[in-house]
């Protein structure tokens, strides 16, 4: 940490109404790459997080009637604090997080870029006229900010997951209470100082930090001041938080777990495609839900695809992210490593045959081998399970049909991708896919202009992009009569 230009980005205390708060205890963050103490962090419960929604409440007027203009010169404001400090930001992410260095400052920039993004978009929050049943009538519609909005962000994207939220919220009018990963406080901190810093009022961005996940969790999803609820994170989390959300019926939207399939037809080039599985696979060590889970190759091609992408995964360098070339970091945690192994061994005795890696690394106790496994079936549980890890395990398929069925064989359905040649074929597969997001011959779909989100079981809201907003806006219907 000491190697930071700007030592003020470093932060131990939740802010809450414009200022920092400190409480009794404080919790450890730790380098998940050396297991070495990073800093102590003042541990917020569930007194905080009450403040933080009162205060959040208390800001909510004025700031809701700024123009959205007035809210876009902030927010861009706080967007260029992000981009002059992406290289500090990036360090304390990777420190905390673990991701490598050249990965943590796309991060910054893909998070600032939600923020640059929401700035513009929420100046375009248009209503509308419809005509009416009778003459003596009007019908407009116009959109309002939803009211106080709460947020749960994971480990696994510490800046961007609340960015992407905060922007949103911010932009459309709202104000927020945010709640990262214990694992991770300091990248929203560091965002909170520099919302500070571009002149964002005192109670419209809060960031709590703290080991009680359940009590802080039941103030952001029951308060009844909190009108709408943003979760990112697995699946049975999400579940419980909707049903939390389920006594005050708050407007939720959940970007959940995942299973991605990674498709190669037999008409794929397949350079590009070992590329596009490559960089969707192995982002963030497979930490992340829109990672490829699953590659289903055509056989014809199978052993080609296979040699090329197994010779390019054994390149990679495993270590410390902060490590000059450095390309898989460490897994968050050590109960993380020991579910990736269950998942290799379970598989491996099922029949899956490990063409590389299958070991924990001797990189540090949070590591895992990049691994691939062969000879795999759609049951196997390193299949039929959401991976979170540097583990690729590769399916052969004959016909396009049998191909989509067992794509869809799954309760998520998040991002997707194929790579294929033929027109026709990739319009069925296309519309054939049940997921929120496919990657048609490209392995990397995130972006600020782009709806992010999932069906099924892998959640329910847009993140990004023109129907990102929809989420922090209430629909009114105004009935003018008498007008004869
Ligand atoms: C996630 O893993 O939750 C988000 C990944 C992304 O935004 O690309």
């Known amino acids: 940490m000491n190697k930071l230009n700007d030592n003020q980005l470093l932060k131990q205390y939740s802010y809450i109404n414009g200022s920092w708060h400190s409480s009794e205890t404080e919790f450890a963050v730790v380098n998940p790459a050396t297991g070495e103490l990073l800093i102590n962090v003042s541990n917020a419960g569930v007194i905080e997080t009450e403040l933080a929604v009162k205060s959040a409440k208390s800001a909510l007027k004025a700031w809701s009637s700024k123009s959205a203009a007035e809210r876009a010169v902030l927010l861009r404001n706080w967007f260029n604090l992000m981009m002059e400090h992406q290289d500090d930001l990036a360090r304390i992410l990777t420190l905390e997080q673990g991701k490598p260095l050249a990965e943590a400052k796309g991060e910054i920039a893909y998070g600032a870029s939600f923020i640059e993004w929401f700035a513009e978009e929420g100046k375009r929050v248009y209503g509308d006229t419809i005509p009416a049943p009778s003459g003596d009538k009007r019908i407009v519609i116009i959109k309002q900010p939803v009211g106080v909005v709460a947020s749960i962000t994971p480990w696994n994207f510490p800046n961007a997951m609340i960015a992407r939220k905060a922007a949103a919220a911010l932009a459309a009018g709202c104000t927020f209470v945010g709640r990262p990963a214990t694992q991770t406080p300091l990248s929203a901190l560091a965002m909170a100082e520099l919302a500070e810093r571009a002149g964002i009022p005192g109670g419209v961005f809060n960031i709590v930090v703290g080991e009680d996940a359940k009590g802080m969790g039941k103030v952001l999803t029951e308060h009844p001041d909190v009108a709408k609820f943003t979760f990112t994170g697995s699946t049975a989390v999400g579940k419980q938080l909707i049903a939390q959300c389920a006594t005050s019926v708050k407007k939720v939207s959940m970007e959940l777990g995942g299973n991605a399939p990674f498709i190669v037809f037999d008409d794929a080039d397949i350079d590009a495609a070992v590329q596009g599985a490559l960089v969707s696979k192995y982002r963030n060590a497979g930490q992340t839900c829109v990672c490829t889970n699953r590659i289903f190759v055509q056989k014809d091609i199978a052993q080609a695809f296979t040699d090329k992408f197994v010779a390019a995964v054994a390149q990679f360098k495993i270590g410390n992210g902060v490590e000059e070339g450095v390309v898989i970091g460490p897994m968050i945690a050590k109960n993380a490593v020991d579910d990736v192994d269950k998942l290799v061994l379970d598989s491996v005795k099922a029949g899956a045959k490990v063409l590389l890696g299958g070991v924990r690394s001797p990189a540090g106790d949070n590591f895992y081998q990049p691994t691939v496994l062969t000879q795999v079936t759609n049951d196997m549980p390193v299949a039929a399970n959401e991976i979170f890890g540097p583990i690729t395990p590769i399916i052969t398929f004959e016909t396009e049909q049998e191909v989509i069925d067992m794509a869809n064989a799954t309760?998520?359905?998040?991002?997707?991708?194929?790579?294929?040649?033929?027109?026709?074929?990739?319009?069925?597969?296309?519309?054939?896919?049940?997921?929120?997001?496919?990657?048609?011959?490209?392995?990397?779909?995130?972006?600020?202009?782009?709806?992010?989100?999932g069906v099924k079981q892998s959640g329910s809201g847009r993140e990004g992009s023109k129907y990102g907003l929809d989420d922090y806006l209430e629909i009114k219907y105004l009935c003018m009569g008498g007008l004869s």
């Open 411 to 453: 309760e998520y359905g998040l991002a997707s991708y194929f790579y294929a040649r033929d027109i026709g074929r990739i319009w069925r597969v296309a519309e054939g896919l049940e997921y929120g997001m496919v990657g048609i011959n490209e392995g990397l779909i995130s972006n600020a202009a782009a709806p992010f989100g």
